[in-house]
């Protein structure tokens, strides 16, 4: 089956690094996916792995799967108060041809 | 390179009443794509098209709910007639489709705001 799990929300403070974590169950899911959502507008492609892959870099953005675990983080280096915002992560199965979305994490950045 | 365009951006009805939401994806993107997003959860698909052709509507509501995409571009999504539970950001979002080089990623436009009254 399909369900994609996150915690609901992660304060930190700006500066330090943030770690929205995600637990999904398909496993034959192809790619995993990291999308921002500010308030009010829609979802912000933010970075995505392939399921071979153990971790991608992207600037201050660094992704691990553990896919044993069904395990996937997007640690976000340096954050800022800009980084505020709705983290979803998400699950591409190629069999289903579907994207399922996590409940999604709210990142507060404080000063 | 101008992104998914959807309009308009937040609707208040009353239930019962009907309501058509608008959608013009990523030049190029064969796949266009509705999501239903109701506050503090993350988007479901409600139907994906390829080109013209429904893909997937197998979560979407067929006794109120339809969707169409004619010429394989543009979209509209229709609920007739609308009830509370509807209250919803209504999200489009476009993919490249079958010819993807890799991930065939999804972009996804601003959402539009329906409140039901």
């Known amino acids: 089956g399909e369900d994609v799990e996150q915690s609901l929300f992660l304060s930190v403070r700006e500066g330090d690094s943030s770690v929205i974590n995600c637990t999904y169950t398909d496993s034959s899911s192809t790619y995993l996916y990291w999308y921002k959502q500010e308030p009010g507008a829609g979802l912000q492609l933010l970075t995505y792995i392939f399921s071979n892959m153990d971790m991608k870099q992207d600037q201050r953005l660094t992704v691990l799967l553990n896919k044993k675990d069904k395990h996937l983080s997007l640690r976000i280096a340096d954050t800022q108060t800009g980084d505020s915002a709705i983290y979803f992560c998400a699950e591409f199965t190629g069999g289903g041809n579907k994207l399922t979305f996590g409940t999604g994490t709210q990142l507060k950045v404080e000063l | 390179e101008a992104g998914v365009a959807q309009s308009p951006r937040y609707k208040i009805i009353e239930k019962r009443q009907s309501v058509a939401f608008w959608c013009n994806p990523i030049?190029?993107?064969?796949?266009l794509y509705w999501y239903q997003q109701i506050l503090g959860q993350g988007p479901k698909l409600l139907i994906q098209?390829?080109?013209?052709?429904?893909?997937?509507d197998s979560q979407l509501p067929k006794d109120r709910f339809s969707a169409e995409r004619l010429k394989g571009v543009d979209s509209t999504l229709k609920i007739q007639p609308a009830k509370l539970e509807d209250s919803a950001v209504y999200l489009c979002?476009?993919?490249?489709?079958?010819?993807?080089?890799?991930?065939?990623?999804?972009?996804f436009g601003p959402g539009t705001r329906l409140t039901v009254l």
């Open positions: 030049s190029g993107h064969a796949t």
């Open positions: 979002a476009s993919s490249l489709g079958p010819g993807a080089p890799s991930a065939d990623t999804q972009y």
């Open positions: 098209f390829q080109n013209n052709g429904v893909v997937d």
